[in-house]
């Protein structure tokens, strides 16, 4: 299978489909998009074997421990060493190098500050590579990249799409023993059948499916498809920082959620803004377009800093080659 493979519309459409949702039958997305089941199947399995696109399971981050987006300055020169190391922390879920006020971004997340601190003292001040680092610990998360898709879909295509899904949002809880069993299989790969599953940690068929949809119905985890930027045709990803008047912070990022293409909204502590957003886009001039769009739909909203995402290392828990294709998943704490 040659590396130099080019997805076609058809793959781009297949990872929306699972972006919408993630264990969707091979049936029900054949259905949405006028092929047959064997054909997606087959079309994933050759994205997924050539590190294009992955399905993969993480807490529901709208529920906040602490998120710290860390804006990391370095020596010239220990870029891609901190990078590598970082990318083997399992609370660094996102590593990337960057553009604009800082080297490297890296979410991290973590149970509580106390944590954070902990963190800090113990994986990042003791890297003589590091010059500085500026904390940006979200607040409040108003969007996340689950159910992103680049736009390949007609409205009936996602409306057929997300009739099977069903989704409770009962009293948060922590996962069970079983749950979080459950739930570390699906880090590996979200469409994990439930035989298999069952197979895996000794339980009956018809109880793993039970518990199964018993907790993607939860609001305990989040299942996503992702892609490889190539795959989407959004090779661009910049991430805004933006300061807003503190009684209009929660209308502008919900406006902010709302524009095309958002991948991330959250409202941060930081020492210069408060609202931080992150947009995949075709080409660097949409930049200035989507800051725009920003200000304008909210007049006390300014945009103050700019990065764009020279190199994605790690994206949720998932590293990539240096043709930036998943190559493994460093599995996250849940």
């Not at 944590?115 to 001040?125: I, K, P």
């Not at 108003?142 to 997300?162: I, M």
């Not at 459950?182 to 439930?194: F, G, K, M």
């Not at 209009?248 to 990022?253: D, N, W, Y």
Request: aromatic letters at 6%; hydrophobic letters at 45%.
């Amino acid at each position: 299978m040659p590396d130099s493979y080019v997805p076609d519309e058809l793959d781009i459409a297949i990872v929306d489909s699972l972006s919408i949702h993630p264990r969707a039958s091979w049936i029900a997305v054949a259905d949405a998009l006028g092929s047959n089941a064997s054909t997606v199947a087959r079309r994933w399995d050759r994205l997924k074997l050539l590190g294009l696109a992955w399905t993969l399971c993480v807490r529901d981050y709208t529920a906040l421990a602490v998120q710290d987006h860390l804006d990391i300055r370095c020596r010239p020169g220990f870029i891609e060493e901190l990078a590598a190391l970082f990318c083997e922390v399992k609370c660094c879920l996102t590593v990337s190098a960057v553009s604009g006020n800082a080297d490297l971004r890296i979410l991290v997340d973590v149970p509580d500050i106390s944590s954070l601190h902990a963190f800090m003292n113990h994986e990042v001040w003791r890297n003589p590579g590091i010059v500085s680092v500026e904390h940006n610990i979200a607040t409040e998360v108003f969007q996340t990249a689950r159910g992103w898709v680049s736009g390949s879909l007609s409205l009936r295509q996602r409306t057929a799409l997300r009739q099977s899904i069903t989704v409770h949002r009962p009293a948060l809880a922590r996962l069970t023993a079983r749950e979080e069993q459950i739930a570390i299989i699906l880090q590996r790969d979200a469409r994990t059948s439930a035989s298999d599953i069952a197979d895996e940690l000794g339980m009956s068929l018809p109880s793993a499916s039970r518990q199964i949809s018993r907790l993607i119905a939860s609001n305990k985890i989040e299942l996503r498809a992702e892609a490889a930027h190539a795959v989407v045709g959004w090779p661009i990803s910049v991430c805004l920082y933006s300061q807003v008047k503190p009684g209009r912070l929660r209308a502008a990022a919900a406006g902010a959620a709302k524009l095309p293409r958002s991948r991330a909204t959250h409202t941060v502590v930081s020492p210069r803004w408060n609202l931080m957003t992150i947009y995949w886009m075709r080409d660097l001039a949409d930049i200035h377009r989507i800051e725009e769009a920003l200000e304008t739909s909210n007049e006390s909203l300014t945009v103050v800093a700019r990065q764009v995402t020279l190199k994605s290392y790690k994206r949720m828990g998932m590293i990539f080659d240096a043709n930036a294709r998943a190559v493994r998943n460093v599995l996250t704490d849940l």
